[in-house]
């Protein structure tokens, strides 16, 4: 990967089709997060038609799938699909990982051959799909410790998911498991985790940004929403107190880059604070700067 070249880093893509033409989410699901995010058009590129779309762009994308299939009873896009396209499109591609906490000591197992066998950065965790408590112990510490002895990244869905939204009852997915706050017990029980709470955390974004500046290991990234519709708290702390700590991610394909870029220029954000959020603290984040 040629940094120097990058113009951008994103660090929230999906993973929403395999090679098969198996999707992550069921038909109902994905057809009311594409009306939601107001999808033009068809949404489900593949691994390889990602990273062609992020070449063009001069951009690198961290890519994942969601392992929710205890509570969807929907088989993920394969982890190990999504590490081998990363790996034969490594100058664009950085693989993620998703794995179900309610697979217990087989998804620990998991973890750790995904991290040595398959080179994978880190792992999506969605609490709202998964049906957990990000502080649950018994469920989901065996996979941290995983991640943190390796130095991977634990990324969060954080605040009300597009998934669900329009249908009834919200497809049962229950938006309470996402506060950040319980986050926060993660931070301090895993004192060198890596964390990423992902999205602007509607309709708990103050409690997002006393995570972050209460705890070193916690960053923010700013995907799934158009800048121009950031909370201004947000806006100030990632001009300030957390400029080192704020990601750019667009949530593609439910986002595009280019109108996140796009918008994002509008926003009154520090010139010098630009590239940090592009690009800076995600090489450095992810291990692709020195310290």
Do not use: C
């Not at 329009?166 to 997915?173: L, Q």
């Amino acid at each position: 990967m040629n940094l120097d070249g990058l113009v951008a880093i994103d660090v929230h893509t999906h993973a929403e089709v395999s090679s098969r033409g198996h999707s992550s989410l069921d038909d109902g699901l994905h057809a009311a997060s594409s009306a939601y995010f107001k999808v033009e058009g068809e949404r489900k590129p593949t691994l390889t038609q990602t990273a062609a779309y992020y070449r063009e762009r001069n951009m690198a994308a961290v890519i994942f799938t969601v392992d929710a299939e205890s509570a969807t009873g929907t088989e993920p896009v394969p982890n190990e699909e999504v590490a081998e396209a990363a790996a034969a499109h490594s100058d664009v591609l950085i693989p993620f990982a998703s794995i179900d906490p309610y697979r217990g000591r087989a998804g620990v197992r998991q973890a750790r051959r995904l991290v040595a066998e398959y080179g994978v950065k880190g792992f999506k965790f969605h609490p709202s799909i998964q049906g957990f408590f990000p502080n649950d112990r018994a469920l989901a510490y065996g996979l941290y410790e995983v991640i943190e002895e390796t130095g991977t990244i634990a990324l969060f869905h954080t605040g009300q998911t597009g998934i669900g939204a329009g249908v009834p009852g919200g497809g049962g997915i229950r938006l309470k498991y996402s506060n950040p706050l319980y986050v926060d017990d993660v931070a301090a029980d895993f004192p060198h985790l890596k964390i990423i709470l992902a999205h602007p955390s509607f309709p708990w974004q103050d409690e997002a940004l006393a995570v972050a500046t209460h705890k070193p290991g916690v960053h923010i990234d700013l995907s799934g929403w158009s800048p121009k519709y950031f909370p201004p708290q947000l806006v100030r702390y990632a001009n300030s107190l957390l400029q080192d700590k704020v990601l750019f991610g667009s949530d593609f394909p439910v986002l595009t880059p280019d109108r996140w870029l796009a918008d994002f220029r509008e926003l009154p954000v520090k010139d010098e604070v630009r590239p940090k959020i592009l690009k800076e603290n995600a090489a450095r984040l992810l291990g692709l700067t020195t310290p």
